[in-house]
């Protein structure tokens, strides 16, 4: 069965640097988009960043661009998402997310922003 499996969480300060990994199992990985989400307390999960199963598009949300990279890699059936200069509003559980007519999550990792 489909598994996602997010890790790299963890408290850091304004202006970190986080490396999230989203391991995944039990489809082709190279055949399928990915994307990253994020659910910050009390709101809406909402899009962060998307990259296409060659890793040559990548798509991202306003509030995170220039600042979040997502890549890749199809031998290591992984996705990641590098996040530098954290803001204290970056503060979110980060999901990652594939599928076609079904929608496959993560369990999530914490990312927490706060000096």
């Known amino acids: 069965q489909v598994q996602l499996a997010e890790s790299g969480g963890g408290l850091v300060e304004p202006g970190g640097s986080l490396r999230l990994s989203c391991a995944a199992s039990?489809?082709?990985?190279?055949?399928?988009?990915m994307s990253w989400y994020r659910q910050a307390p009390g709101k809406e999960r909402e899009f962060v960043a998307f990259i296409s199963v060659g890793g040559d598009i990548t798509k991202y949300a306003d509030s995170v661009k220039g600042r979040f990279t997502i890549s890749r890699d199809n031998a290591k059936n992984t996705v990641y998402l590098q996040m530098n200069s954290l803001k204290p509003e970056d503060t979110a559980v980060y999901y990652c997310?594939?599928?076609?007519?079904?929608?496959?999550w993560g369990q999530g990792t914490q990312v927490t922003v706060s000096s």
């Open positions: 997310k594939t599928g076609r007519t079904i929608d496959y």
């Open positions: 039990g489809f082709t990985f190279s055949s399928y988009v």
